[in-house]
């Protein structure tokens, strides 16, 4: 089965640091690897995704993700925190059902508090 | 359009009652899930349905139903709800898996439903 581990249950930045929320996969085959967001009382929001292609992905609201095939690493970045960026994030993996659609497997999710 | 909706937005029930959670999407998605989220597990599927009139069990399925009657309306319903059913449900959709466009490995997920059990 596929999975995805967030080592850490929050990230504390500065506003205007850089900041990384970490994740690593297990999977067979290829990956197919997500980055949601979850604002407090609100929903998942898609924020990037990674299929093939270019190891580093371009997402919402400047938010990026490396992929890394030999460190099986999917962190997700972003050059400059904000305050508005506090939220949990989630990373994720697709996988496959038997009677079609994908599944997505979630991480524990990562709680990011960005202060001033 | 209003993406993917879910009524009631909260719920209280006591032990042995039953209720019925409604998601609605306006996407004209195929694909449709419902997960609960407890803290610290991240999300699990509960149910998912790949068309109208279809439904399959997920990787926490015991105690709950599901219909899909219509494509836009997937059902989640507990017939007898247990103090261990307390969690946040949130429902998702998506397009067919090959479909060609940039969303379609994408799953849209609903504001979710807050349900405590007594």
């Known amino acids: 089965a596929q999975s995805v581990a967030q080592p850490e249950d929050q990230v504390n930045v500065a506003e205007g640091n850089p900041l990384t929320v970490k994740c690593t996969y297990s999977v067979s085959g290829n990956p197919y690897l997500f980055w949601y967001v979850q604002y407090p009382n609100r929903g998942l929001q898609f924020l990037l995704k990674y299929i093939t292609g270019d190891n580093l992905v371009k997402g919402s609201y400047g938010f990026e993700a490396e992929f890394n095939k030999s460190q099986t690493s999917f962190h997700l970045k972003k050059p400059s925190a904000l305050v508005s960026d506090s939220a949990l994030y989630f990373c994720?993996?697709?996988?496959?059902?038997?009677?079609?659609?994908?599944?997505?497997?979630f991480g524990t999710g990562t709680q990011l508090k960005v202060e001033l | 359009n209003a993406g993917v909706t879910q009524t009631p937005k909260f719920r209280v029930l006591k032990t042995g009652q039953s209720m019925t959670l409604l998601c609605a999407q306006d996407m004209n998605h195929e694909y449709m899930y419902w997960y609960r989220q407890d803290p610290g597990m991240g999300l699990r599927l509960i149910h998912y349905?790949?068309?109208?009139?279809?439904?399959a069990k997920g990787e926490v399925p015991d105690g709950y139903n599901v219909s899909r009657l219509k494509k836009q309306n997937f059902l989640l319903g507990l017939e007898s709800a247990a103090p261990s059913q307390t969690s946040v449900y949130f429902c998702?959709?998506?397009?067919?898996?090959?479909?060609?466009?940039?969303?379609?490995?994408?799953?849209?997920f609903g504001p979710g439903t807050r349900l405590t059990v007594l």
């Open positions: 349905s790949v068309g109208e009139g279809t439904t």
């Open positions: 994720a993996v697709r996988d496959k059902l038997t009677g079609g659609g994908n599944k997505l497997t």
């Open positions: 998702a959709s998506s397009h067919t898996p090959g479909t060609s466009g940039r969303h379609y490995n994408e799953q849209f």
